[in-house]
């Protein structure tokens, strides 16, 4: 038999192929995309619905609180060690529908908040038993590049949520607009089912506190963990902060409302394709190689357009700003399954808890501090723009501190 061994052995342990897993795996993380881009294009439906200024960031938090859900993942990393990955996967479906259906007929923001954190909590279960299962099956670079593929379909999301959101609307409420991801998650549901355990009983970690404490104590103190954490949670600052807002960075800031959709495609496009360039990047050098070369030019574009806007105005030209966090956001999804593979590499036998931690600050304090960047950001985009710039110069300080020899399994 010839082939990648790594792919062989996943294709004799498990009766699911690789195909379908990975078809599996990307759909079910479709759900926390879906769960934010197609309500994108009807804020302005809901600042009016409200009763809210055209200039209020209020609709903001809507993306914000679907994120800080994600701080459940820590509890789901012990559970998902202790019990198995497929009953935290069961676990997280029920709350995510749940929480999409509350939050679609909630009757004031405050319930509507709420209801968008059980939804996250429930996307957070799911996000990290795809995550460790995924690590369950692969290790370093091949894990990058099935993360890779993975992202790959993940990425089409956002070229065809929010188009899908707008047809909704026109035909329909924003209401239903929000309720088509829980529609969708239980389709994925019933698929699930077909899903095999990756973590048998004898890898299992009991679920006492001594234990606990020792499994987050070993992946607290790896500090190659800590390196790449550090810098992919960094760059969700940005991401989170630029998504949160970028519908009132096109319709209220720029004034042109009808280029939304358009636009939001058009990264999510250049996102999809730059996950996929990553996946033979990091198959051909390496993914500490990789990550290297893409951050020292995700911080070149960063330079220049805060040189650009010092030296025009806030906000700079549309076109220039645009094309500039079109690249960097692009970057960012290429950096982020190198910088996954190689924080969680050296912690293969705590996978579950590592995972956790991981996206647990990936998403948690990542979109936490990308609140903090949208609540200046009222008038101009110069707030982000400065962001991207000081991010990017910490994401590489901290990358290019890892001195160990190239990863290559």
Partial sequence: MTGNPV????????????????????????????????????????????????????????????????????????????????????????????????????????????????AGVGASAVFMTTIAGVRDRFVGDQMARTMSLILTIFLFTPVVAPFLGQAILSVASWQMVFLTPPLFAVIIFLWSFRLEESLPPERRIALKWATVVHSVRQVLSNRVFLRYMAATTLLFAALSSYVSSSERIVGEIYGRPELFSPIFAGIGLLMALFALMNSRLSGRFGAKRAIRWLLLVYLAIAALLLLFTFLTADPPDMRVFFMAVSLMMALNLAIEPNSGALALEPLGNVAGIAAAVYGTCFFFIGSSLGAVISHFMVYGVFPLVLSFFIIGLAAVLLVFGDRRSELHL
Avoid at 9 to 26: D, G, N, R, W
Avoid at 27 to 36: E, N, R
Avoid at 44 to 61: C, N, V
């Fill in 7 to 118: 792919t062989q052995a996943v294709k004799t342990k498990y009766a699911m192929k690789p195909a379908e897993f990975i078809a599996l795996s990307a759909c079910s993380m479709i759900l926390t995309a879906l769960g934010i881009d197609i309500m994108l294009p009807v804020f302005s439906e809901l600042r009016a619905h409200f009763g809210l200024s055209p200039d209020s960031t209020a609709t903001t938090h809507i993306i914000e609180f679907f994120f800080m859900g994600q701080v459940a993942q820590i509890v789901f990393g012990l559970l998902s060690d202790r019990f198995g990955r497929k009953a935290i996967l069961r676990t997280g479906f029920p709350l995510y529908i749940a929480g999409g259906v509350a939050a679609a007929f909630a009757p004031g923001l405050e319930l509507m908040y709420a209801a968008r954190f059980v």
